[in-house]
């Protein structure tokens, strides 16, 4: 994963094709959804509870096995570094929670 994006093979590696992974987007003023490959994921791959997750300087995004659409870990918070992800055992059972250290632009 780099800025062009993170993409993912698909139906092995003779006969795959490569499929571009996104994030979709709404934006704040006018609602318009637009679904977004390029991230400056700065090449920082994570492993993310068995599965992989992407950091950047959009946020963390959870790969999602059954679809290219990658899942924002990070709510609605925009323009935001997340770093140094954790699982955590939350207090209910059951429940896992992730612990992170977080800088924003904005007001969090």
Same mark, same amino acid.
């Given at each position: 994963?780099?800025?062009?994006?993170?993409?993912? $093979?698909?139906?092995?590696?003779?006969?795959?094709?490569? *499929?571009?992974? /996104?994030?979709? +987007?709404?934006? +704040? +003023?006018?609602?318009?959804?637009?679904? +977004?490959?390029?991230?400056?994921?700065?090449? #920082?791959?994570?492993? /993310?509870?068995?599965?992989?997750? /992407?950091?950047?300087?959009?946020?963390?995004?959870?790969? $999602?096995?059954?679809?290219?659409?990658?899942?924002?870990?990070?709510?609605?918070? &925009? &323009? $935001? #570094?997340?770093?140094? !992800?954790? #699982?955590?055992?939350? *207090?209910? !059972?059951?429940?896992?929670?992730?612990?992170?250290?977080?800088?924003?632009?904005? !007001?969090?």
């Amino acid at each position: 994963a780099a800025e062009p994006g993170a993409f993912r $093979n698909r139906f092995g590696c003779v006969n795959g094709t490569w *499929e571009p992974l /996104f994030v979709r +987007r709404v934006w +704040r +003023r006018t609602g318009k959804v637009v679904d +977004r490959v390029p991230h400056d994921y700065q090449r #920082i791959n994570i492993d /993310f509870a068995g599965g992989v997750a /992407f950091g950047s300087d959009q946020g963390m995004f959870v790969m $999602n096995h059954s679809s290219p659409q990658l899942i924002s870990a990070c709510g609605d918070v &925009n &323009n $935001n #570094i997340i770093m140094h !992800p954790a #699982i955590a055992q939350g *207090e209910e !059972p059951g429940e896992t929670c992730v612990v992170t250290a977080l800088w924003d632009w904005s !007001p969090i």
